[in-house]
């Protein structure tokens, strides 16, 4: 860079000695120590800024008069002159400062002493602007100014002079000032409000809003665990919780449980914090383990509201950092998880804390404090002990510290790293370290990555990027499976899931950042890309997210943080008549959110904008409770007010492990599981369900919770997100063992009947139809279908049986409508592929048929029903040694009926495959019913081997058997076989008018018909 000489600089002096007297001035002013404006002790802070303000010169240099002979003024001056960065304020020390490693500062706390004790401070006068200089912080003016200057996160560097000066007579600690009495002072006396929008109050204002964050700070960190006890089990927590026992027998027990669990696939997960609340519960032997996981979750969340205040400050100053805290405190989503979900609010805090001490860790270069690279290294244990996702913040901390690198040196130098080889590296060896340190802290307490410690933590992400299990939900009022989400799922999620005063800052600050230069940073990049690169590596991915966003809560603190810096500048920077408008709608849209969670309070979560009409606009077009929170509301309900004591009692739930705990002390309670739309076949007395995966026709419609039997719901803004209810009749139930038992005609009348008095029983017209079906009266279950689907458009059963009713009606329009109606909430299912195929098969469409069974059979490779319908499509066209494979992969899994035997049978006819067509026979003969099928078989394989006598005996036995093509084909084959050829073409025309479509009988015709041509 080129060096900056030849400044224009005023020397503002700073005495205690009342008789200080300055040097009689020449005229031309040319020595710096001949232009002083002097300050002397009690010097308030307003006298500084308008000494400040009067200045005319660029840059400033702050002089302790008493310590620093004037002499030494101008050698100071032209080493300032020297100097590369225009950012920085310079001092000077004689101090050694104990770095390890040469640059990392081992204290860890207080402010950097080698700068307050400086007696000389000289930098742009717009640094010193952003100065608090009152003696209430400190006696003398350098040291308040300084320590308010580091607070300000202003940058400062070393100027190497050969000079002396005097030691610092006493050392102080402003700390108390800065953060309490100054500000507690101004707050309390009004001057805080009086001089609101006064420059001259900008500092103590500063000072202020820092400790109403530490006040606020202090308040979550006790209020959020404390009001955890209202708040329900989470649908992830059993499974979570018992998980972190076999974690914990891991390490104690040697047991191996945690290193495999197929079925959660939870030891892909670091569970770092279940961990720790498992190893709470077992020490203080607590009868609830959930309310500790509660109060655990609940303190990490306090930690993300206090981080992001630092980080706000950072990012903007005091105001910034209180503005922050309080909106992603009245963020109902983030607060809602903080008080149960410890899989996804560690994550995200970890995620924030590393991100932070990203930042500050270069704050201070070339010294880095050993507290930041702590800070840094928790932060990344946290994240990635948590979840896998965390190796993000490798690539982060790399890109970070390779900008910050390209910006300390200038674009023009970056490239030449040999001349720059001490920044390069101290800066690697910086990154190795933290992200060495994190990485091995993060899996201490994960025994799947300890097993290979540089292997399986990439194996997890690999295995989470490719999960591919979907979950049944609700976007933009269509039902559908988690893993066929529209790519505006996650961006959306976050405009309509987060306040809209966070919305609309976010979207102001964007426009600042386009327009306003200055905003543009790399702190403010580095904040906007941690936003947005997850939510465009999750679209990227098509990664599958379900439960609303919660897979993504990790990036709504980088939103709130920039919608705080646009309300930063509206209530700071802004002219005063915008101010106070800023201030009224700020307030207004902060109180929207915080209505909701005092109004929704424990349901916080279940939380939707403005944008989409809040709760109730979104409400059946959105997941709501998908976490089975208000079950616990509930069951409280249940208790105080259902006399169920003294008497057994079965209590049906769509979450029976969250309920077998509330109810764990009830010896008299059996919990019964079952899916809503099943839960009518069980046997129960009453039912608590939450509002999972209910769809979407009945909850816009007022069809949940059905209204017989109610008891209770619990509700936020008047929707049910939990239903308590009775059993009113038990015929449904009654008919269900009836059907059991095959005892159709009795079940049928009894539902029948039940229907009459409950029209709106979805479930019972779905079971009565199928009941019809079975009994072979398509008519009738076509009609309950109907009856169904009106109450529950989407019921799949009901669908499903609709489809197969049509199917044997011929009503193929019908039949294709129901399908399209299953794929359209599920394009992954193979069943309702292999019914599109089926219909498609009996409509004699056997290309589209054959594409249909080819998708069945992408996405379950093992369905038996797919597989023998394309062996049946591809014997059907003739294509018999095509058809085998499909037909034994039937057989292999042991699920071959007798059809698909002997269609195998006569594929291995046609192909000539005559011992696999004993063996298939012979056990066709032990267990076959279908005689008539099997002896045709084995007399085309008697003809085709030419034992025509075999084949007249076998002729013979099979006398009684029905002629049809196929039957009379073969006689005609047996007549051609024999010599008589008038007779065979006779034979061979019945065939083809008993079956237009069989396509042997229409060659052997052609082929006898020319030969009697050629003979004539």
Known sequence: ?????????????????????????????????????????????????????????????????????????????????????????????????????????????????????????????????????????????????????????????????????????????????????????????????????????????????????????????????????????????????????????????????????????????????????????????????????????????????????????????????????????????????????????????????????????????????????????????????????????????????????????????????????????????????????????????????????????????????????????????????????????????????????????????????AFRKKEFSLLSFFILFSLVFPVFWVIYQKSNLYGGIRHLLFVMPFMVLLAARFWTLMLSVSPKYLKGVMVVVFVGLLFLPARHMAVNHPNDYVYFSELVGGLRGAYGDYETDYYYNSLKKGVDWFKKNVDYKGRPLRIVTNHSANLQHYFRKDTNVTIVYSRYYDKFSKEWDYMIFDNVYINSFQLKNGLFPVKEGFLYSVDADGLPMCVVGERTSRDDYEAIKLEEQKKYPEAIAKLENYLKDHPWNEEMWMRLSRMYYTIGKPEEALRCTGESLKWQPQLMDALNIRALSALDLKKFTTAHQAVDAMLAQNDVASSSYYVKGLIYYTEGKDKEALDYVNKALRYNGGNVQALALGGDILRRNGSYSKAIEPYEKVVRAKRADERVLLSLAECYCRVNNYKLLEQVSSLLHEQGRDKEALQKIELRALIQQKRMEDAEKLLKQMSGVKEDSEFVLLRALCELAAGRRATAAEMAQKAVELDPKNREAIELQRFLSKEMEIRK
């Open 1 to 513: 860079m080129e060096e900056v000489v030849n400044k224009s600089i005023q020397v503002i002096g700073f005495t205690r000695n009342a008789d200080f007297q300055l040097p009689v001035l020449n005229a031309n002013k040319e020595l710096l120590q001949e232009n002083i404006i002097l300050l002397r002790v009690g010097c308030q802070h307003e006298e500084f800024l308008n000494v400040l303000q009067e200045v005319q010169a660029e840059d400033i240099m702050l002089v302790d008069l008493d310590r620093v002979a004037l002499p030494v003024l101008n050698a100071l001056g032209q080493a300032y002159g020297k100097t590369e960065r225009k950012d920085h304020v310079y001092y000077v020390s004689n101090r050694k400062r104990k770095l390890w490693l040469g640059f990392v500062d081992a204290v860890l706390w207080r402010g950097d002493r080698s700068i307050t004790d400086s007696p000389v401070l000289i930098g742009n006068k717009s640094l010193f602007m952003k100065a608090y200089a009152g003696d209430d912080l400190d006696g003398n003016l350098l040291r308040a100014v300084s320590y308010s200057l580091q607070k300000a996160f202003v940058k400062f560097g070393t100027l190497e002079v050969p000079v002396t000066w005097k030691d610092s007579e006493n050392v102080s600690n402003p700390a108390v000032n800065y953060f309490w009495k100054i500000p507690f002072r101004f707050l309390t006396t009004g001057r805080f409000f009086t001089t609101l929008f006064d420059v001259s109050g900008r500092s103590r204002r500063d000072m202020t809003f820092r400790m109403l964050m530490l006040l606020f700070g202090l308040f979550v960190f006790f209020y959020m665990p404390y009001i955890s006890k209202d708040y329900g089990i989470s649908g992830d927590e059993f499974v979570d919780h018992r998980h972190s026992g076999y974690v914990l027998d891991f390490f104690t027990k040697g047991d191996k449980a945690a290193l495999n669990q197929p079925k959660t696939a939870l030891h892909l997960y670091g569970n770092s914090m279940q961990v720790v609340a498992a190893v709470v519960a077992n020490v203080i032997g607590a009868d609830d383990v959930y309310a500790v996981r509660h109060v655990v979750c609940a303190l990490v969340g306090a930690l993300g509201v206090i981080a992001i205040g630092l980080l706000g400050m950072r990012f903007g100053g005091g105001l910034c950092g209180l503005i922050s805290m309080l909106l992603l405190f009245f963020s109902p989503r983030f607060f809602g998880h903080s008080m149960n979900n410890l899989k996804d609010i560690p994550f995200a805090v970890g995620y924030l804390v590393a991100i932070f001490y990203f930042v500050r860790m270069f704050d201070r270069y070339p010294v880095v404090k050993l507290r930041h690279m702590i800070g840094a290294m928790l932060g990344i244990a946290l994240a990635l002990g948590t979840r896998s996702g965390g190796l993000l913040l490798f690539p982060y901390l790399l890109m970070y510290g390779g900008l910050f690198y390209i910006l300390w040196v200038g674009f023009k130098e970056f490239y030449k790293f040999m001349k720059y080889r001490k920044e390069v590296e101290n800066i690697l060896f910086l990154i190795i370290l933290v992200l060495f340190v994190g990485y091995f802290l993060s899996i201490i307490t994960w025994p799947f990555a300890l097993a290979r410690p540089f292997t399986n933590v990439v194996v997890s992400l690999k295995e989470f990027t490719n999960y591919n299990i979907g979950l049944r939900t609700i976007f933009e009022g269509e039902q559908m499976m988690s893993n066929m989400l529209p790519v505006h799922y996650a961006p959306k999620y976050l405009m309509i899931g987060s306040p809209l005063v966070v919305v609309a800052g976010f979207i102001g600050y964007l426009f600042f950042m």
